[in-house]
Each structure stands twice: as C-alpha cells, then as structure tokens.
C-alpha cells in the first residue's frame, strides 16, 4: 500500500541552525502538507501545497520556514534558523484532492538544543 | 480559525464496554476526517465523512457528520484493548488546510 515516508526520523541540532527536512509523498497525490505538534499538545497546520506554489499557510508558518517541491517526488520542509521552540514533531501529509483524506507520514521528530 | 472542541479529553474504560467521542464546531465542514493516532507516530485516517448525516461504519466503529456539517460523533461497540489510542477529529474548510482537534485520549483496560 503506498504510504508517505518522511526523512529523517530524528534531527537534532543547535539554535540558530538551518534544517531541511524532506518527505516523499504518495506518488499521485497533488496536496502536499506540513504539520507540527509539539509534545503533548494538539497537531497544527503550516502549509499546504499546490501546483509548485503554497496555497494555504497559517499563523505558525513565518518568514523563517519555506517549503519547495525541488524534484518529482520530494516535497521538503526549510527552517532557516531554528529556535528552541521548534522542537517538535514535523508530519508531512499528502492527498489526492484538495484538503481531503490526508495521509500521514511518520514524522520526523526535531530537537533544538 | 475553525475551533474542534473533542470531548471527552480523557476515556478509560473496561473491554467490552461501548463508547461515545465527539468532536464540536462552531464551524461548518466541507469533510471531517478521524485520525488515530500513537505515541511517536503519525496519525493514521479512520474514515471521511462528507454529507450532513451521513453515517459510516468500520467494524465496530461507527462514525456520524451532523446534519449540519458541524459536528460527529465516533461510537465504539464492545471496546478491545486494541483500541487504546489517541482519537483526532480534523475539520476541511473552505480553504486547503486542515485543523485539528486536541483529540480524545482512549484506554482501554483488559
């Protein structure tokens, strides 16, 4: 079954650090997704993806995070100077129709020291 | 913001006994997924429901969509250890994001 994978499992790196972290979403999905939740709290929405270009972002997704489709098949999450409370886990989803039964990946999990 | 209040936070009851979850809005929903979700993993999709009303059942699962797309419920019939888990509610608005619940967290005792 095809599923999303998500690369890698665990990062961890110093304040101040850039950090890309990369997903390959199931191959004929065209929505692509970024999520996060942190420890113990409730999974939120940053961005969702379309047609090469960002079609939704929220609140949490500011200048420091960027996202990119740079082949066919990845699809990455680029936090440019990390801050201690990126910690967190990072999910990638993506679906086949717009905002519609997402599927998850596994989550990498982000440690900022 | 679409705001999803789930209730209850926390559930722990007996194998064999049936459950109700619920999962509020003042929102109204295009599609309302159920995730669940474990510790350190991913959340895995349960069921979409799209229609007011509409009712969809996965073995002892039964999922409802309010009438006004603002609200479900997920029942569970004769509950199994197996079941323990993290339940999630996420509303689809009109734009291409997607927000979530808190979740309801499920124990199940032997």
């Known amino acids: 079954e095809p599923e999303v994978t998500q690369t890698p499992s665990h990062q961890v790196t110093q304040m101040g650090q850039e950090v890309i972290l990369r997903c390959v979403p199931i191959s004929n999905h065209l929505y692509f997704y970024w999520y996060r939740q942190i420890l113990g709290q409730k999974v939120e929405f940053l961005v969702s993806f379309y047609n090469n270009e960002i079609s939704e972002k929220s609140e949490i997704f500011d200048d420091q995070f960027s996202v990119e489709r740079p082949d066919g098949s990845n699809f990455t999450l680029k936090i440019r100077s990390t801050k201690l409370e990126d910690s967190a886990m990072y999910f990638c989803?993506?679906?086949?129709?717009?905002?519609?039964?997402?599927?998850f990946g596994p989550g990498t999990r982000l440690t900022v020291t | 913001t679409q705001l999803l209040e789930q209730s209850p936070q926390f559930l722990s009851i007996q194998e064999g006994e049936n459950l109700t979850v619920y999962c509020n809005s003042s929102s109204v929903f295009s599609s309302l997924q159920w995730y669940r979700q474990e510790p350190g993993e991913g959340p895995v999709l349960l069921v979409t429901?799209?229609?007011?009303?509409e009712v969809k059942k996965l073995k002892r699962l039964t999922f409802q969509f309010g009438d006004a797309r603002k609200d479900s419920s997920l029942h569970i019939t004769a509950a199994q250890p197996g079941d323990t888990g993290l339940y999630l509610c996420?509303?689809?608005?009109?734009?291409?994001?997607?927000?979530f619940g808190a979740g309801t967290r499920l124990t199940v005792k032997p």
């Open positions: 429901v799209v229609t007011g009303g």
């Open positions: 989803a993506s679906s086949e129709f717009r905002a519609y039964e997402q599927y």
């Open positions: 996420a509303g689809a608005g009109n734009n291409n994001d997607m927000r």
